[in-house]
T-cell receptor, first 111, second 113 residues
């Protein structure tokens, strides 16, 4: 089965700093999804990447997909306390909307 | 609001009791998923439905677990003879299928004492 490894496991940054979270897949990526989760709540969909080299941005968050490396990165520019939470990557293991998730990266932003 | 609602939000039960959780997706979401999440881990896939048909079940889903989606709308997840290891957050997600993203409910947190 597909495994997704996220790094780092946790991250503490000062407000205003940039940061990057990585997600590496053990198998071919048919689709890569980024979600954010606050403690005790469900996952909120952020972005979906489907093609190699694809890059998407929403406000200060940018995600890229490197299909050859089977890897995706999530970059946050000028972090704010509202960015704090757990970021999870999910991948479509077989191209049929059968999604598996990484263990998540816990982000803390210090004011 | 993702349009996926789960009930109850919290459930405390004694070991050996049966529990049932409910998930209500919005009507356009013909795919429905159940996941289990423990502290510090990502969601683990349990099962999913295409309309009323249960298409895949994880080996994590022991004989004590059963899920249904009788009319292709809401779904229930039942755990029989609960064990302390069943304590977790149970998440429901739904999608329109294809490559469309999953939309999650806020989960049911189960505590087995």
């Amino acid at each position: 089965s597909q495994e997704l490894e996220q790094s780092p496991q946790s991250l503490i940054v000062q407000e205003g700093k940039n940061l990057t979270i990585n997600c590496t897949s053990s198998k071919t990526l048919y689709g890569l999804y980024w979600y954010k989760q606050k403690y005790g709540e469900g996952l909120i969909f952020l972005m979906m990447l489907q093609k190699g080299g694809e890059e998407k941005s929403h406000e200060k968050i940018t995600a890229k997909l490197d299909e050859k490396k089977q890897q995706s990165s999530l970059h946050i520019t000028a972090s704010q306390p509202s960015h704090a939470g757990i970021y999870l990557c999910g991948a479509d293991a077989q191209g049929n909307n059968d999604m598996r998730f990484g263990a998540g990266t816990r982000l803390t932003v210090k004011p | 609001d993702t349009g996926v609602s789960q009930d109850p939000r919290h459930k405390i039960t004694k070991r050996g009791q049966n529990v049932t959780f409910r998930c209500d997706p919005i009507s356009e979401h013909n795919r429905l998923y159940w996941y289990r999440q423990t502290l510090g881990q990502g969601p683990e896939f349990l099962t999913y439905f295409q309309n009323e048909a249960q298409l895949e079940k994880s080996r994590l889903l022991s004989d004590r677990f059963s899920a249904e989606r009788p009319k292709g709308s809401f779904s229930t997840l039942e755990i029989q003879r609960t064990e302390q290891g069943d304590s977790a957050m149970y998440l429901c997600a739904a999608s329109r299928g294809g490559s469309s993203p999953l939309h999650f409910g806020n989960g049911t947190r189960l505590t087995v004492t």
